[in-house]
């Protein structure tokens, strides 16, 4: 079993920056990513980046929609996975939680139904 702890949500302009982290506690060698998702108000859960949990290798995947604004990163040592938010924009908006999988695909998976272990996120409100 793993523990996914959230942190770092808070209120923002636009044009904004934020950085979240996703603390993994329990069994944390039993999963191979590591991804954010985020959940718009009224919508659905969508993955907005994922990386690889271990120190081996470098693969990281990024929606469309935070190219160039979100950096997801790795502390292996603390168990911890950041998400970097830049550029922020109202419709970031929502609760941002991450996930933990123990499948195994290459460039990291952005789809929900692939993970099994979720935390209960950390509230992003980016105002105009």
């Known amino acids: 079993q793993v523990h996914l702890t959230e942190s770092g949500g808070d209120s923002v302009q636009s044009g904004g920056s934020l950085r979240l982290s996703c603390v993994a506690s329990g069994q944390t060698d039993k999963h191979n990513f590591v991804a954010w998702f985020h959940q718009a108000p009224g919508k659905g859960r969508v993955g907005v980046a994922a990386?690889?949990?271990?120190?081996?290798?470098?693969?990281?995947s990024y929606a469309d929609s935070v190219k160039g604004r979100f950096t997801i990163s790795l502390d292996t040592a603390k168990n911890t996975v950041f998400l970097q938010m830049s550029d922020l924009k109202p419709e970031d908006t929502g609760n941002y939680s991450c996930?933990?999988?123990?499948?195994?695909?290459?460039?990291?998976?952005?789809?929900?139904?692939?993970?099994?272990?979720w935390g209960r996120g950390t509230q992003v409100t980016v105002s105009s």
């Open positions: 990386i690889y949990a271990g120190d081996k290798a470098d693969f990281t």
């Open positions: 996930a933990a999988t123990m499948v195994w695909i290459v460039p990291p998976p952005l789809k929900e139904e692939l993970y099994q272990y």
